[in-house]
């Protein structure tokens, strides 16, 4: 079975309405591009999954309008906590 690099923004809110308050976890997934198992475990192992992510990219020629949209979800989501995972 495959494992795929994910990657997604994570921000817990705090909420209030007429007669309580709670937090609720508020999450924006990135549409990655399938990796191979081997792949994805080297980039959760790397110090920067950013570059390690990238670098894959560029060695499969994936067009740049996804490293656009990429750099401008990690600019969009900056405050936010992000995760990479695999599933």
């Not at 560029?58 to 906590?81: A, I």
Request: glycine share 2%; charged share 35%.
């Amino acid at each position: 079975m495959s494992m795929n690099i994910h990657l997604k923004a994570e921000l817990v809110g705090e909420f209030k309405t007429k007669n309580k308050s709670f937090s609720k976890k508020i999450q924006e997934n990135f549409d990655c591009i399938q990796t191979p198992t081997e792949v994805t475990k080297r980039i959760l192992q790397s110090e920067n999954k950013y570059e390690e992510y990238k670098k894959f990219l560029t060695e499969r020629g994936v067009q740049k309008h996804h490293l656009k949209e990429l750099d401008k979800f990690l600019s969009d989501y900056s405050d936010w906590d992000l995760v990479w995972y695999e599933l």
